[in-house]
C-alpha cells in the first residue's frame, strides 16, 4: 500500500461555510486538484457546478462520514477465467474475445447466497458494499429492458460492428435470477449500506465506442485523444478502427446509459451510493450532466462517486493508496484498496494480504478523516476464497473490541503523533488513540489533556488504567498482568479510551 505525501503538494485552499439543508460548491464539496479521474476530465467538465445544482443534502454526507469499513465486490462473467475484472479482454487476442463475450451463456453460479453474503458482512463489521451492477464488459449484473443493438464481431473484421438485439445481462444466463436484487433486499433487511458501482464505459456495446478504451476507434479519436480516454498509455492498447459514432448511435448510447442508471435507482428501493467509474467524452457531457441531475431527481439522496462527473458528484475514492495526510477539501473520501492482486476473485490463498493490513488501512484511513473499503471477489459460483473470508472476519472480531473508537468517529486535528493515530467523538468529548505496537507497561500519548478525574480504558480490558498528566501528554500505566499476549484482549493493535470533556 503506498502512502503518497505528495498528494500534499496538489491542495487548494477551500473556503468552508456553515452547512446548509443542501450541498453545493460554497460547502467545500469539491475534488482535489491532485485526483487522476478529475485530472482526466477537467477541461471540460467546469469547476463550479450549474446554478441551483443540488448535492446530495447534509444528513446523506453525514451518514457516508459514518461508514468507515466497507466492501468492494467485484463479480462478473471475468469470475469463470479468474480474468482480473474486465480489463485483461482487451489483450485477449481476437478469437477469445469472441469466446468472452459468449461466456454468458453458460454463466450459473449456483452457490450465490445474497443472505449469506450479508452474515458474512456482519460477522466482519462491515456497514456497506460496493456491488459491480455493471462493469466495463458491458455485462450487466441485474435485469434490465434496455437492448445492445449492435456489437463486436472480431472474427470478421471487415464487418466488425454486427446488430444484434439483446439485453447483454444476468437474465440471459443459465442463472437467470436479479443478482442486484437478491444483494438489495439483503443488505435492506439486515441494515446494511448499498453502494452500486456502475460504469460509463461499455465494451461490448458498439454504441459506446470509443469512450475509455473501448476495442473499436474511430478517426475522431485519433485526432483527438484526450477528448475520449486518458492519455497514459491509452494509444498503446489495441483497437480496430471503424467509422465516426453517427447521431442515432449516439442518441442510444446516451439512453441506455441513462435508462441503466434509472434502473438501478428506481427498482431496488433506497440506493446510499452510486460507484461511477472511468468517464467518457466531452462530446456528450451535456447529456450526461442531464442523466446526473435526473438521478438526483429520482434518489436526491444517493451519494455519486465523482468519476466521470468531476464537483457534480459527492465524494471520492483514492484507488490502491491512502492519502498520506488529512485531506484538503470537505468532499468525503474512501479509501479502497485490493486484498489479493486483482479486484475479482483470486484463487491464490498466499496473495491475500492479512488481518493486519486491513486494520492497519481501516485506522490510517480513519484517523485521516475517510474510511476504508477492503476489495474482494466471489469466484465463478458465488462463494468466496476462505482465506479472504478468514482475514476479514478476523477484522470484524477486531471491531467488536475497537469499534467505538472507529465507527462514527471523526478526525482530530492532530491525527497522528510518535506513531500514536488518534479518532474522536463528533462531540469533541472522547479522544481515542491506537497504537499498533504493543506498548509495554506504559505508553506516552502526547497532545491529550484528560479532564480531570476522568478514567482511561484499554478497548476490552475492563478495569480503568492508572494515568498521570505531563508536559509531553498523558502516561498511561499499562496493567502488569497484560504483559502476557494471551491476557490481552486482541493481538494486532490496540486502543484507548480518553475522555477529554
Not at 97 to 103: G, H, K
Not at 234 to 247: A, C, E, F, Y
Request: charged letters at 25%.
Amino acid at each position: 500500500m503506498k502512502h503518497l505525501s505528495k498528494l500534499c503538494l496538489f491542495s487548494v485552499l477551500v473556503t468552508i461555510y456553515p452547512f446548509a439543508n443542501t450541498y453545493s460548491q460554497q460547502d467545500g464539496i469539491v475534488l482535489p486538484q491532485s485526483d487522476i479521474h478529475y485530472r482526466e476530465v477537467k477541461s471540460y467538465v467546469e469547476e463550479v457546478p450549474d446554478d441551483g445544482y443540488i448535492h446530495a443534502s447534509e444528513k446523506a454526507h453525514k451518514a457516508f462520514r459514518d461508514i468507515k469499513f466497507s466492501i468492494r465486490i467485484h463479480w462478473g462473467v471475468y469470475s469463470m477465467w479468474n480474468m482480473e475484472a474486465s480489463w485483461n479482454l482487451l489483450t485477449l487476442p481476437y478469437d477469445k474475445r469472441m469466446e468472452y463475450n459468449d461466456l454468458y451463456k453458460t454463466f450459473n453460479p449456483t452457490e450465490f447466497d445474497a443472505q449469506e453474503w450479508m452474515d458474512f458482512f456482519k460477522r466482519s463489521g462491515i456497514q456497506a458494499f460496493a456491488f459491480t451492477a455493471k462493469h466495463h464488459d458491458g455485462f450487466s449484473m441485474f435485469h434490465t429492458k434496455t437492448r445492445v443493438k449492435q456489437r463486436m464481431n472480431y472474427l470478421d473484421l471487415e464487418h466488425v460492428i454486427e446488430p444484434c438485439d439483446l439485453a447483454y445481462s444476468i437474465e440471459e444466463t443459465p442463472f437467470k435470477r436479479d443478482i442486484v436484487k437478491e444483494l438489495c433486499d439483503a443488505a435492506h433487511k439486515n441494515g446494511i449500506k448499498i453502494d452500486l458501482y456502475f460504469s460509463h464505459p461499455d465494451w461490448y456495446d458498439a454504441d459506446f465506442r470509443p469512450y475509455n478504451y473501448h476495442p473499436l476507434s474511430t478517426p475522431d479519436m485519433a485526432e483527438h485523444p484526450n477528448d475520449y480516454y486518458n492519455a497514459h498509455g491509452g494509444n498503446n492498447r489495441k483497437t480496430i478502427l471503424t467509422p465516426d459514432r453517427t447521431p442515432e448511435e449516439t442518441a442510444r448510447l446516451i439512453a441506455r446509459h441513462r435508462e441503466q442508471l434509472h434502473e438501478l435507482l428506481t427498482n431496488y428501493g433506497k440506493i446510499d451510493m452510486i460507484c461511477f467509474d472511468q468517464w467518457m467524452g466531452r462530446d456528450i457531457w451535456t447529456e450526461l450532466k442531464k442523466t446526473v441531475k435526473l438521478a438526483r431527481q429520482w434518489q436526491p439522496d444517493v451519494m455519486l462517486r465523482a468519476r466521470g462527473i468531476g464537483n457534480y458528484g459527492d465524494y471520492y475514492q483514492p484507488e490502491q493508496f491512502v492519502p498520506g495526510g488529512k485531506e484538503n477539501t470537505n468532499m468525503p473520501w474512501m479509501s479502497i484498496a485490493l486484498l489479493g492482486k486483482q479486484f475479482s476473485f483470486d484463487p491464490n490463498g498466499d496473495n491475500y494480504k492479512g488481518a493486519p493490513w486491513i486494520i492497519h488501512n481501516l485506522i490510517d484511513c480513519v484517523a485521516k478523516g475517510g474510511s476504508f473499503m477492503v476489495c474482494v471477489g466471489p469466484d465463478q459460483t458465488g462463494k468466496f476464497h476462505p482465506t479472504a473470508m478468514q482475514q476479514i472476519e478476523e477484522t470484524g472480531k477486531w471491531l467488536k473490541i475497537n469499534g467505538e473508537g472507529i465507527y462514527e468517529t471523526r478526525a482530530r486535528e492532530v491525527w497522528k503523533e510518535n506513531d500514536i493515530y488518534f479518532t474522536r467523538t463528533k462531540d469533541h468529548r472522547k479522544v481515542f488513540a491506537f497504537t499498533e505496537k504493543w506498548p509495554g507497561t506504559e505508553i506516552l500519548i502526547p497532545s491529550v489533556n484528560p479532564k480531570k478525574g476522568s478514567q482511561i480504558y484499554l478497548f476490552g480490558y475492563k478495569k480503568p488504567l492508572k494515568w498521570s498528566q505531563t508536559s509531553e501528554g498523558v502516561k498511561v500505566i499499562i496493567p502488569e498482568e497484560l504483559q502476557v499476549p494471551e491476557n490481552r484482549p486482541c493481538e494486532h493493535a490496540w486502543g484507548f479510551k480518553i475522555i477529554i470533556k
